[in-house]
Every structure is written in structure tokens, then in C-alpha cells.
């Protein structure tokens, strides 16, 4: 069963626009909520991260919003470029230290058109 | 990708034979992981190591073993492999934070 449920599974954005990848979980305990970005044949690479402490976080054009209550959040690109193609995957995970097992949504492939 | 290799990169190898995947970072992290990527899956962990010769199981553990010498290698064994194990294998890394940085990938098929 998955733990962390992401939608949509494929995106197309024309460059410049707005791409919007959502995500929601249903364990509470749920603490640590992290968006990593693919490349073919690539590892995953850490984009950005947040706690549910606050409900908005934002690094460059990449924001994540986050929703405690309905147990969702949103990765939001701005501008985006056709560069950003990749797949993106939402996780995550409990514990504020120590070992953690992140766990996925099933990636969103995004593709940016010039 | 963090200081993180993994080998081999790519593997073809036949049912029922053992095989072991090898990660090796130099960043001196003491948390370890392995995952697999499946299409509609995305990545789940099959182990885990908070130390040397500490490791605990993941999600589908199931057909693997792993094993850590020294805090700079982690290696996962599929004791006998099967088709169902074809997949792309990631290790990572995390230290004090939850930040987990992942490796190149292995992509390994059972024929």
C-alpha cells in the first residue's frame, strides 16, 4: 500500500508556466517531508524539504506548500524551464534524527516544452 | 552525487545466482540505505545500517541481506536471484539531518 500518494503522474508545462505536483499521506506521524528530482539515469537529487512546523517553504523558483490539516502538500516551479524536465518524487518520512526510511509517492515526469 | 559511488553500474545475470552490489561513500555518514526503483512503485527501501555491523530491515527486505564492515561500505547480496529482482538499485547516505543523498544507481536484470 502506498504511504505517500502523488498526482499527476505526467505533466506537461509550456516554459515560463507554473508546474504543480501534489502529494498526501496518511500517517501523522509523518514528520519530515522531502522532494527530490530525477534525471535519466541519474540518483535522485535532494531539491528541497519541509517540516510541518511551518506551511510554506521556498528556495529559488521551487516552493513547497504544505497543508497539515488535509495532510497534503504541493511542490510548485516557477518559471519553468525547459531544463526542469525530470521526474519528481515527493517522500516521507519520521524522526526528527537518526535513521529514517523514506517513503515515495510513484514520481511525477514532468516535461517542460520550449 | 555526495560523495556516494556505487559498483557495478550495470549487471546482467541469471536466475538463481548470487549477487552482490557494492556502495561506497566518503563522506563519513554513519546512516546507510538501499532502495529499489520500480515504475509505479518509485523507491523503496529494502535495508538499512545505523553502524558498523548495525543494519535493520526496510520495506521488501525479502531475498536480501546486507552487510557493513567499515563505516565507508554497505553491500547488498540477493542470495539467489530472481526475475522479480530486476531493477534499479540506489544506495544512500543521510548523517545528523533526515537529508538522504543518494548514488548513481546499479541497474541490474535477471534473466
Known amino acids: 500500500q502506498q504511504q505517500v500518494k502523488q498526482s499527476p503522474q505526467s505533466l506537461i508545462v509550456q516554459k515560463g508556466g507554473i508546474s504543480i505536483i501534489n502529494c498526501a499521506y496518511e500517517?501523522?506521524?509523518?514528520?519530515?517531508f522531502p522532494w527530490y528530482q530525477q534525471f535519466p539515469g541519474k540518483g535522485p537529487a535532494l531539491l528541497i524539504a519541509?517540516?510541518?512546523?511551518?506551511s510554506e517553504k521556498k528556495e529559488g523558483r521551487f516552493t513547497i506548500s504544505f497543508n497539515k490539516s488535509a495532510k497534503q502538500f504541493s511542490l510548485h516551479i516557477m518559471d519553468s524551464q525547459p531544463g526542469d524536465s525530470a521526474t519528481y518524487f515527493c517522500a516521507a518520512s519520521m524522526g526528527q534524527t537518526g535513521a529514517n526510511n523514506l517513503f515515495f509517492g510513484t514520481g511525477t515526469r514532468l516535461t517542460v516544452i520550449p | 552525487d555526495a560523495g556516494i559511488t556505487q559498483s557495478p553500474r550495470h549487471k546482467v545475470t541469471e536466475t538463481g545466482t548470487p549477487v552482490t552490489l557494492r556502495c561506497h561513500q566518503t563522506e563519513n555518514h554513519r546512516y546507510m540505505y538501499w532502495y529499489r526503483q520500480d515504475p509505479g512503485h518509485g523507491l523503496r527501501l529494502i535495508h538499512y545500517s545505523y553502524g558498523v555491523k548495525d543494519t535493520d530491515k526496510g520495506e521488501v527486505s525479502d531475498g536480501y541481506s546486507v552487510s557493513r564492515s567499515k563505516t565507508e561500505d554497505f553491500l547488498l547480496t540477493l542470495e539467489s536471484a530472481t526475475s522479480s529482482q530486476t531493477s534499479v538499485y540506489f544506495c544512500?547516505?543521510?548523517?545528523?539531518?533526515?537529508?538522504?543523498?543518494f548514488g548513481p544507481g546499479t541497474r541490474l536484470t535477471v534473466l
Open positions: 544512500a547516505i543521510s548523517g545528523v539531518s533526515n537529508e538522504q543523498f
Open positions: 519541509i517540516r510541518p512546523d511551518v
Open positions: 500517517n501523522t506521524a509523518f514528520d519530515y
